[in-house]
């Protein structure tokens, strides 16, 4: 893990003032907070959380307004957040003897040693069609 400290992070007070004031210095800080938590993070995963910020401002570019770009990037968490989930329940679903695709059966039963019965349904006979 990297030893750089994360830089101290201003009171919203600060930046909202820093924000109206002077943009430009704003969005220097912006990056360079968001820079130095990167350095924090172990180096093995600083290169994934580099390629999310790049998402990220990639959508604040592309947007018109802050509110639209804070709206895309939420979707993008939740898109982020429900392909984690559907990968832990995948892996869940393994862990109590199913297969990836969230089937479960027995405890240590493959699909394939495990049998089920046939039922035949014939078709009410009010339901029939006449001729």
């Given at each position: 893990m990297d030893a750089a400290q994360p830089m101290?992070?201003?009171?919203?007070?600060?930046l909202a003032q820093l924000a109206r004031d002077d943009p430009q210095a704003y969005e220097?800080?912006?990056?360079?907070?968001?820079?130095?938590?990167?350095?924090?993070?172990?180096?093995?995963?600083?290169?994934?959380?580099?390629?999310?910020?790049?998402?990220?401002?990639r959508v604040r570019r592309m947007s018109r307004s802050s509110l639209g770009s804070t709206v895309k990037i939420y979707e993008l968490m939740w898109q982020s957040f429900l392909h984690l989930n559907g990968t832990w329940q995948s892996l869940a679903s393994l862990d109590e003897g199913?297969?990836?695709?969230?089937a479960s059966g027995p405890a240590g039963a493959s699909p394939s040693t495990t049998g089920?019965?046939?039922?035949?349904?014939?078709?009410?006979?009010?339901?029939?069609?006449?001729?």
């Open positions: 101290e992070f201003p009171s919203y007070e600060v220097d800080l912006r990056r360079e907070l968001i820079d130095s938590f990167i350095a924090t993070a172990p180096e093995r995963v600083q290169p994934r959380l580099r390629g999310i910020q790049f998402r990220v401002d199913g297969d990836a695709t969230g089920a019965q046939v039922l035949a349904f014939r078709p009410h006979p009010a339901s029939t069609p006449r001729a």
